[in-house]
């Protein structure tokens, strides 16, 4: 009787044990999962600063037909450029530009000519590494003014959009030699913050500061859509998921604060689930690569780049690396087959993933929980078979007492 009940307990004892293996190895899983925030804890890699360690960089392209040259513009009017995926920078040398704020970098639909809108004007330049021109003279039409967008008709390669600090929008439907101003439905001497063209619906938008104006033909005139939003709301940027292979209808607006998203092209905006209340949005991009039901976005933002896969109704981190306290400014995707994210920092460019084959103390978390757990294990199964040794034996001591 006493060892039937003695191998009950036994039974007992390793049911109890592969219990424990069980959920801890769910407990290892959920802790390494936690640990790798975007691609996975074991691959993926972390944030890294690039060799462009400029401050204030507010523009960024990859060349169409080849992302593994890029081009960054800062705000001392110098313009940066890599031929290897941002391994190395070289600097060119636009005197013509004359030291002015560079706010957008723009390739044409042909990717063969770069645009740059600058505090001073507007300039192309058909062998960027080299020589610029300007766009602002008598046979342009254009103003001298500060240029603070620009935004490419991709259906219609020879249409342009040009937006400046003051005087509204500027189009140009003979790529780029002639320009008009088109600022029907929008506020006098209105103030563009952002153009963007939407080759999926064909609709411009606008971000001014007084609000967002869409234009459902090309420019020609403009709505207000931004009448539902909070009042003093200081408008920043604006993406509709369908320039990146999401959703027609549905629009993503970044704000002074937080996200709001609209599933009407901007008739009526909604906050989301977790809409990052307090936070200044800078910059969205959707992720073009991935076609999808579900396409990710990203935001550049006061704490940093963020990720969201539910249609920015959520957001998280994109992985580990980023400084603290560092806003996250403009962003693309660039390298080869687009891979890796980049993102202006304050002080310099950060690149997702790195290319630093080393270890941080981030990577080597996963490592030291695997550790612990088997050590753990390790340590619960001599435990189990000391106290079996120790059973065993007091039953032999057991029987023989009785023998005697």
Same mark, same amino acid.
């Given at each position: 009787?006493?060892?039937?009940?003695?191998?009950?307990?036994?039974?007992?004892?390793?049911?109890?044990?592969?219990?424990?293996?069980?959920?801890?190895?769910?407990?290892?899983?959920?802790?390494?999962?936690?640990?790798?925030?975007?691609?996975?804890?074991?691959?993926?890699?972390?944030?890294?600063?690039?060799?462009?360690?400029?401050?204030?960089?507010?523009?960024?392209?990859?060349?169409?037909?080849?992302?593994?040259?890029?081009?960054?513009?800062?705000?001392?009017?110098?313009?940066?450029?890599?031929?290897?995926?941002?391994?190395?920078?070289?600097?060119?040398?636009?005197?013509?530009?004359?030291?002015?704020?560079?706010?957008?970098?723009?390739?044409?639909?042909?990717?063969?000519?770069?645009?740059?809108?600058?505090?001073?004007?507007?300039?192309?330049?058909?062998?960027?590494?080299?020589?610029?021109?300007?766009?602002?003279?008598?046979?342009?039409?254009?103003?001298?003014?500060?240029?603070?967008?620009?935004?490419?008709?991709?259906?219609?390669?020879?249409?342009?959009?040009?937006?400046?600090?003051?005087?509204?929008?500027?189009?140009?439907?003979?790529?780029?030699?002639?320009?008009?101003?088109?600022?029907?439905?929008?506020?006098?001497?209105?103030?563009?913050?952002?153009?963007?063209?939407?080759?999926?619906?064909?609709?411009?938008?606008?971000? =001014?500061?007084? @609000?967002?104006?869409? %234009?459902? /033909?090309? #420019?020609?005139? !403009?709505?207000?859509?931004?009448?539902? $939003? &909070?009042?003093?709301?200081?408008?920043?940027?604006?993406?509709?998921?369908?320039?990146?292979?999401?959703?027609?209808?549905?629009?993503?607006?970044? =704000?002074?604060? @937080?996200?709001?998203? %609209?599933? /009407?092209? #901007?008739?009526? !905006?909604?906050?989301?689930?977790?809409? $990052? &209340?307090?936070?200044?949005?800078?910059?969205?991009?959707?992720?073009?690569?991935?076609?999808?039901?579900?396409?990710?976005?990203?935001?550049?933002?006061?704490?940093?780049?963020?990720?969201?896969?539910?249609?920015?109704?959520?957001?998280?981190?994109?992985?580990?690396?980023?400084?603290?306290?560092?806003?996250?400014?403009?962003?693309?995707?660039?390298?080869?087959?687009?891979?890796?994210?980049?993102?202006?920092?304050?002080?310099?460019?950060?690149?997702?993933?790195?290319?630093?084959?080393?270890?941080?103390?981030?990577?080597?978390?996963?490592?030291?929980?695997?550790?612990?757990?088997?050590?753990?294990?390790?340590?619960?199964?001599?435990?189990?078979?000391?106290?079996?040794?120790?059973?065993?034996?007091?039953?032999?001591?057991?029987?023989?007492?009785?023998?005697?």
């Amino acid at each position: 009787m006493q060892a039937q009940r003695s191998r009950s307990e036994r039974v007992f004892l390793f049911w109890r044990r592969l219990a424990a293996c069980v959920m801890g190895s769910v407990v290892l899983l959920s802790l390494l999962a936690a640990c790798g925030s975007g691609a996975g804890a074991l691959g993926g890699g972390d944030w890294q600063q690039s060799s462009l360690r400029q401050p204030e960089i507010r523009a960024l392209v990859a060349q169409p037909d080849d992302p593994n040259t890029l081009y960054a513009g800062n705000s001392q009017g110098q313009i940066f450029y890599s031929t290897d995926g941002g391994s190395k920078w070289s600097a060119t040398s636009p005197e013509v530009l004359q030291g002015s704020a560079i706010q957008a970098l723009t390739f044409d639909s042909a990717g063969k000519k770069l645009y740059a809108a600058t505090g001073h004007g507007l300039f192309v330049s058909s062998a960027p590494t080299q020589q610029w021109q300007t766009l602002v003279n008598a046979s342009t039409h254009l103003p001298s003014t500060s240029y603070t967008t620009i935004a490419v008709d991709e259906v219609r390669s020879n249409h342009l959009y040009a937006g400046t600090a003051d005087q509204g929008v500027f189009i140009s439907s003979d790529n780029g030699t002639t320009w008009r101003q088109a600022n029907s439905g929008l506020p006098g001497h209105a103030a563009i913050k952002q153009l963007v063209y939407d080759p999926a619906t064909h609709r411009l938008w606008a971000v =001014t500061a007084g @609000g967002l104006y869409r %234009s459902d /033909d090309r #420019g020609e005139t !403009w709505q207000a859509v931004s009448t539902s $939003l &909070p009042a003093t709301t200081e408008l920043n940027v604006v993406m509709p998921a369908s320039v990146g292979g999401g959703r027609q209808g549905l629009i993503y607006l970044g =704000t002074s604060k @937080g996200t709001f998203l %609209s599933q /009407d092209n #901007g008739l009526h !905006w909604i906050s989301g689930k977790s809409p $990052l &209340p307090g936070l200044q949005i800078y910059s969205i991009l959707v992720d073009f690569r991935q076609q999808a039901n579900t396409v990710p976005v990203y935001v550049g933002s006061s704490i940093g780049p963020l990720r969201s896969d539910d249609e920015g109704q959520s957001w998280r981190s994109i992985a580990s690396g980023w400084p603290r306290k560092v806003p996250a400014y403009t962003m693309i995707l660039g390298a080869s087959d687009y891979a890796r994210l980049y993102v202006a920092g304050r002080d310099a460019l950060y690149q997702y993933p790195g290319t630093s084959t080393g270890f941080s103390a981030d990577r080597l978390l996963p490592f030291v929980i695997v550790i612990a757990f088997f050590g753990l294990l390790y340590w619960l199964l001599q435990r189990g078979r000391r106290r079996g040794l120790r059973t065993r034996e007091s039953e032999r001591e057991s029987g023989a007492a009785q023998k005697d």
